[in-house]
């Protein structure tokens, strides 16, 4: 075989994986204005709040031409944002328009399991399911999407999801932008491929499942927002099903980072680079100056194979977000050098520790199994689970009910951007992450919490467990009984 032909092969064959490297930058005009979820408007009486989502299913004008056929919640891509405050009694009366079964699960959410919204609650076609439960933990940016068993990756990328924003008393006297939508912008990113005739695809097959070439933000393609304020909160979640982001603006500006999955850090972090895993959140305040642009990019995220990225899209980048700046800003409060406590579980109170091996597509040699009760904690025990990822391919990890602190990487503390509640977190391939976190809560034996892999297409896969939470001292439960399940019929 002559070197060209060898040349041309390899060419192929990269073409083939989706991993030939993908790049935007500089390619866009960002001529479309950011769209903003509206906020949904909830019946509120005192301290009961209820929404009401629906799921849909449409068509989405993203790009120039056909329109594209999509999912959402009362509308036809993503969803209105929930908003709630600590000790509201929240219940969302779901209903499930379109023609398959599917779920909604709460992202970050501390509930019953009865009403996370996993994948034993699951809600038939026409069918309402009406989840309730009090919020009680701290100020922050949560989600929702579908968590079906083996199709969680398809349903989500069809846009079936949304932003939960939850308030407090510490965080509003912080004094920070919240005025949502102007100085307080979701900023939901998200990865897609489209066919020839605008259509959502999959380029396959990445170690991460679906990676798109293309970037909507909030459902926007190619978009802007106006800046009015001088200090810009953006509360970025990644959306994706599989794709990694390194947040950096195009002229490197240092930013705070304040926030993260389960809320605000102790202090704001100066940061250039951000990496962001699916499901996990950050919560951004950059300074603008009059008339500016700024561009808020993904540039080459490092995750830690041995690979370098390749074939993961560790070597992609992205133009997301154009900031235009208008002539005269308005002036925003300082940002406060100390932002909210954290008052994490302490390790002398640990009861037991508990290890995860990620492997290839399986969680401590498991895949996931409906009726098997992988472990159970006690009510209000505090454990370290060590997770460490045994495989080449890039994997994270998500715990339903709880949010943890870092105990360390790699036996090193976490670096500042990790010292805040996450709930969803990566784990590099041949690295070991500790995190402590006590369960507090609603034990029922009959109902598990999942445990999961974040890159959906590997949760689909079977990288998924179940643990359920009981009373001190009893028995755990040796099975799942699947006909207790929720079948989606009130
Ligand atoms: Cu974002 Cu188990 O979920
Ligand atoms: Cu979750
Ligand atoms: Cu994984």
Known sequence: MGAGTGVALAVVLLAACGSSPVSTVGELDFANPLRIPPLAEPDRNGDQVTFSLEFQAGTTQFLDGPATRTWGLNGSYLAPTLRARVGDQVTV???????????????GMHLPASEDGGPHQMIQPGATWSPSWTVNQPAATLWFHPHLHEHTAEHVYRGAAGMFILDDPNADELNLPDTYGVDDIPVIVQDRSFSSDNQFTRREPANTGILGDQILINGTHNPHIEVTTELVRLRVLNASNGRLYNLRFDDHRPYHLIGTDSGLLSAPVELTDLRMAPGERAELVVTMRPGERAVLQSVEPDLGTSSGGRGNGGHDSFDLLQLRAADHLESSATLPDQLVPINGPDTAEVVETRSFELGNDTINGNKMDMERVDLAVENGAVEIWEITNDHSRPHSFHPHLIHFLVLDVDGHPPPPHLTGWKDTIYVPP??????????????????????HCHILQHEDDG???????????????????LSDDHQGGH
Not at 430 to 451: E, L, N, S
Not at 464 to 477: A, D, H
Request: glycine residues 6%; negative net charge; without cysteine.
């Open 463 to 481: 990288m998924m467990g179940q643990y359920v939470v009981i009373e001190s001292g009893s028995t755990p439960p040796d099975r799942i009984d």
């Open 93 to 107: 009366h779901v209903t499930n328009n379109v023609d398959e079964s599917t779920t909604l699960h709460w992202h």
């Open 430 to 451: 041949d690295q070991t992450i500790r995190v402590i976190a006590r369960f507090d809560g609603y034990p029922d034996p009959t109902v598990p919490y999942m445990f």
